[in-house]
């Protein structure tokens, strides 16, 4: 199977990752907030990477199927 270009791929994954990072940031800033920022980045990313692996990007990918293989 032929991929997908890489532009649109970027495109794509950021449609998952900027809503995700958004969101996770904004549920945990209460009780990260005091941290200093590499533990806050720490510990966000912690929930958004997986979280994009198993759960958004294949969602995202499906939705943007017909469009990526265009």
Sequence with gaps: MKQ???WKT????WFGFFPT???VSWLLSPLISPLPLPL???????VVVPTMVWIVLPF???VFK???NS
């Excluded at 806050?40 to 912690?46: I, P």
Aim: proline share 9%; no cysteine.
């Design 66 to 68: 017909n469009w990526l």
């Design 4 to 6: 997908p270009p890489r």
């Design 40 to 46: 806050k980045t720490l510990s966000v990313t912690l």
């Design 10 to 13: 970027a495109i794509v994954n």
């Design 60 to 62: 995202v990918q499906k």
């Design 21 to 23: 990072v958004t969101t």
